[in-house]
């Protein structure tokens, strides 16, 4: 099956500044990049996705960018708060009907 | 709308006990799916449904066993506890397979001793 590798497992930024995420992947049938954001005993709810024919998608302070030759996929967030703590995975959709997600990066966003 | 409800939310089991975790959604969707997650090892796919009478597995389905009767419930059976079982387990569904977005039950924390 898909295989994804996310990185930092962990991230620790000052507030207002911006933080990047990254994941690769292996697949080249991969189609469908999601973002989901998981609070502390919460479920997982999706923030933001982007399918393999768009390069970048934004919305307000986040963006994913995507790119399919160097197979890696990454979530931007600028102007970081302090609700912006929390876990967050990226996934992703080959050819199966599977969606396989990296194992999180802990994102903590410091006063 | 209640979305993706799951029961219960807590249980703790013996080892070699079954017991069957509870998923219902009310979006009439078509795709569900079970997840388990560790720490340090995100969500791994357990098992999934593309519609009522059709399951498959995912990349962990050993010692769990699914059934989907109607379009609302996707139940996961675990046949006979054991610790590595211990974890906190996600049901999720779409509208339109594993490329659209999924939508979480609550979560169950499940504990086998």
């Known amino acids: 099956g898909e295989n994804v590798e996310q990185h930092p497992s962990t991230l620790s930024v000052q507030e207002g500044d911006s933080a990047v995420i990254k994941c690769t992947y292996s697949?080249?049938?991969?189609?469908?990049f999601p973002w989901y954001k998981q609070e502390l005993g919460k479920r997982p709810q999706l923030i933001i996705d982007?399918?393999?024919?768009?390069g970048e998608k934004k919305d307000q302070r986040i963006a994913v960018t995507l790119n399919k030759t160097a197979k890696h996929f990454s979530l931007h967030i600028t102007e970081t708060q302090p609700e912006d703590s929390a876990v967050y995975f990226c996934?992703?959709?080959?050819?199966?009907?599977?969606?396989?997600f990296g194992t999180g990066t802990q994102l903590k966003v410091e006063l | 709308n209640a979305g993706v409800t799951q029961t219960p939310k807590f249980q703790v089991l013996k080892t070699g006990q079954s017991m069957t975790l509870q998923c219902a959604q009310d979006?009439?969707?078509?795709?569900m799916s079970w997840y388990r997650q560790d720490p340090g090892m995100g969500l791994r796919l357990i098992h999934y449904?593309?519609?009522?009478?059709?399951?498959d597995q995912g990349e962990v389905p050993n010692g769990y066993n699914v059934s989907r009767s109607t379009t609302e419930d996707f139940p996961l059976r675990l046949l006979s506890a054991a610790p590595s079982q211990t974890s906190v387990y996600f049901c999720?569904?779409?509208?339109?397979?594993?490329?659209?977005?999924?939508?979480f039950g609550q979560g169950t924390r499940l504990t086998v001793v």
């Open positions: 697949d080249s049938a991969s189609n469908y």
């Open positions: 449904s593309v519609g009522a009478g059709i399951t």
């Open positions: 979006m009439n969707h078509e795709y």
């Open positions: 996934a992703l959709t080959g050819g199966g009907n599977k969606l396989t």
């Open positions: 999720a569904s779409s509208y339109g397979g594993a490329n659209t977005e999924a939508f």
């Open positions: 982007i399918r393999s024919n768009v």
